[in-house]
């Protein structure tokens, strides 16, 4: 196990609606990164965050948005929910320095959106 | 921009043969390669990394992989498969130069049949 929980594990929505996944970092992480996967596909980066700042982002429209605490746990907030956002999000930490440092992933939340 | 593919999306091996799990990626600098495995519900479990230095690197439950720049590919492989070897492995790449985030291969479904 990695020490990074998500919760809930799983979430069924309805178009429209607004949602809310929480992430607890590994101790000592500074850094966590979300990632959307699609059933079949690879994760697909969302965006990051480092010390509460946001730190990059992928190609993710703006109701896709973020915070991080001053504990390093983290939320991803979607709001006006779509069909395609129906997907397993994946919270990431890491101790970031030279960038070469591996990700460390939650199990995920599978979100079903109706 | 960065960019991985893997070119089969299933790799069907005999208990007790070698595997190898292709990767082959794009990156405008310096990559640093990673492999994930994933099983079913469950979030991604780092395998290995290349940064730099030795071409082969080792990494958990007997895994390797081989780096080859002139062919840019980033190769899984193990000299003999396990049932328990059976999951999705996904390759990723991450190029600091151009962002924070890992950049994901589709995923390959190895089956280790007994």
Redesign the interface.
């Given at each position: 196990e990695?020490g990074?929980t998500q919760s809930p594990t799983h979430l069924i929505k309805t178009r429209g609606q607004q949602v809310t996944l929480r992430c607890s970092s590994q101790s000592g992480h500074n850094t966590v990164?979300w990632?959307q996967q699609a059933l079949?596909?690879?994760?697909?980066?969302i965006f990051?965050y480092?010390r509460e700042e946001e730190?990059?982002r992928?190609n993710f429209p703006p109701r896709f948005s973020g915070l991080q605490f001053p504990n390093y746990s983290s939320e991803l907030n979607v709001n006006a929910l779509e069909l395609d956002d129906s997907a397993l999000y994946?919270c990431?930490s890491s101790l970031?320095g030279q960038?070469?440092e591996?990700?460390?992933?939650?199990?995920?939340t599978q979100l079903s959106v109706l | 921009a960065q960019s991985v593919a893997q070119p089969e999306d299933q790799v069907n091996v005999a208990e007790g043969n070698p595997l190898t799990v292709k990767c082959t990626y794009s990156v405008s600098g310096n990559p640093y390669l990673f492999w994930y495995v994933q099983y079913p519900n469950r979030g991604l479990q780092f395998l290995l990394k290349y940064i730099t230095g030795d071409n082969l690197v080792k990494g958990s439950y007997g895994f390797e992989a081989e780096f080859n720049k002139s062919q840019t590919s980033f190769h899984l492989k193990k000299p003999s498969a396990l049932v328990s070897d059976s999951a999705l492995y996904f390759c990723a790449v991450r190029d600091v130069n151009y962002g924070q985030n890992f950049v994901f291969g589709p995923g390959t479904r190895l089956s280790v049949l007994p």
């Open positions: 990695t990074v990164s990632y079949g596909q690879g994760p697909q980066f990051q480092y730190n990059g992928g994946l990431a970031e960038g070469t591996k990700l460390f992933f939650g199990s995920g | -």
